[in-house]
Nanobody, 115 residues
Framework: QVQLVESGGGWVQAGRSLRLSCAAS????????MAWYRQAPEKQRELVAR???????NYADSVKGRFTISGDIAANTVYLEMNSLKADDTAVYYC?????????WGQGTQVTVSP
């Protein structure tokens, strides 16, 4: 059974930084891509950043220049470095992994940014 476990969320003041981590277990092969999504109250879940097995990355416009995704896809781990956090970044952040179109999800970790 595949499990994605996130860590690193919490409360922080605006302008500060947080680093999220995600480790996957139970999958014998490397994923095609890993990503971070987030969902704020009463909003749809949205892609924050994705890293593919070849190393390419993409970001939501709202986090470009502030967030950096990194990881070792071969080891099924991914990180999200979040700098210059804003109150609008407050959300539950979910780790996601893709295996030939099939998505796996973590339970989510809360990030709260106070103004």
């Amino acid at each position: 059974q595949v499990q994605l476990v996130e860590s690193g969320g919490g409360w922080v003041q605006a302008g500060r930084s947080l680093r999220l981590s995600c480790a996957a277990s139970g999958h014998v092969s490397s994923f095609n891509a890993m990503a971070w999504y987030r969902q704020a109250p009463e909003k749809q879940r949205e892609l924050v950043a994705r890293i593919r097995s070849g190393g390419s990355t993409n970001y939501a416009d709202s986090v470009k220049g502030r967030f950096t995704i990194s990881g070792d896809i071969a080891a099924n781990t991914v990180y999200l470095e979040m700098n210059s956090l804003k109150a609008d970044d407050t959300a539950v952040y979910y780790c996601n992994a893709e295996w030939y179109g099939y998505p796996y999800w973590g339970q989510g970790t809360q990030v709260t940014v106070s103004p």
